[in-house]
């Protein structure tokens, strides 16, 4: 089967992406409403999702996806409208509802094309229920496959902190589509890549970002670490910094003139100036390859 392949632009393009649970949201999403619904205390039902996989040798996203499902029997249907609707009720931090217009406007002032990504081990349907689903390019998050009626009835994709870097390999050369292998691992010329790794901004909370970070980092990316603000508790991205796995860190408060906006525009300040001297250096290149 033939995938479409994003091609290179005449704009520099700047990745943005973002995990989900305390990246743009301040918990677990299924903590805003669904396990509430089922009846059950918050912990109890972590500690029991992650015994299912600890006895079963299980991945841990496949045994919450699991849990989800066997809490509801009895009390309501698991239907893809109605993990949209949990994920409708869903809190963001601050600012982050205009944080996308905002950003993509500035960029575009200077000439760089920004997009915005999820790459979580959230659920699909439930962050594609939020107000901001609209401003992702693609959102590569755990889902289930339903049936005709709505219901799910098996995974359909499950995303863990190891096979997240994939992502970042796929929006790199502008194969998103999940099942186009052979492009995701085709030789390009780095002149042709969409989007160079070292243009790839990714945030994130936790231990299970590392990969991601260190991937970006390891090219010139930009990795972010986020914070609660509410909390102060900064020890997590103390640690990233320390083991280098994150460039910066800032509080999750995405509002005009905060610590990320400053950030974030100051990245596409750099990458805006880079890519100038960059293209200077390709039209070098493409003129001494037709000479020589």
């Keep these: 089967m033939k995938y479409e392949r994003l091609e290179k632009g005449e704009k520099p393009v700047l990745a943005i992406c973002y995990d989900f649970d305390r990246t743009l949201s301040p918990g677990d999403m299924q ?47 698991v239907t893809k409208k109605a993990l949209s609707e949990y ?29 915005h990504y999820i790459i979580s081990s959230g659920l699909k349907e439930m962050i594609e229920g939020t107000a901001i689903a609209r401003h992702f390019k693609k959102i590569y998050a755990s889902s289930f496959l339903f049936d005709e009626y709505g219901t799910p009835e098996w995974p359909a994709q499950t995303i863990n902190y ?9 929006i790199e050369k502008g194969c998103l589509n999940i099942n186009d292998h052979a492009g995701v691992n085709e030789y390009i010329p780095p002149e042709k890549i969409r989007v160079p790794l070292r243009n790839i901004v990714y945030l994130g909370d936790s231990d299970t970002d590392i990969p991601c970070m260190k991937l970006v980092n390891s090219y010139g990316g930009h990795s972010i670490g986020v914070y609660d603000g509410k909390s102060g508790d900064r020890q997590k991205v103390y640690r990233l910094l320390k083991h280098n796995r994150i460039r910066y860190f800032a509080a999750a408060d995405y509002t005009e003139g905060g610590e990320i906006d400053l950030l974030v525009k100051e990245i596409i300040d750099k990458t805006a100036a880079f890519e100038k001297l960059e293209a200077r250096h390709v039209e070098n290149l493409i003129e001494t390859r037709k000479n020589i």
């Design 162 to 170: 190891t096979n997240k870097t994939q992502f970042l390999f796929r």
């Design 31 to 77: 903590a805003q409403g669904f396990i509430q619904s089922v009846g059950e205390d918050v912990n109890e039902f972590w500690r029991q999702s992650n015994e299912l996989a600890e006895k079963n040798d299980m991945d841990m996203n496949l045994a919450y996806m699991l849990t989800m499902v066997k809490k509801a029997r009895g009390k309501f249907y």
């Design 87 to 115: 994920g409708a009720k869903i809190k963001l931090y601050d600012g982050v509802e205009d944080w996308f217009g905002r950003i993509n406007s500035y960029g575009g002032e200077r000439g760089i094309a920004v997009e």
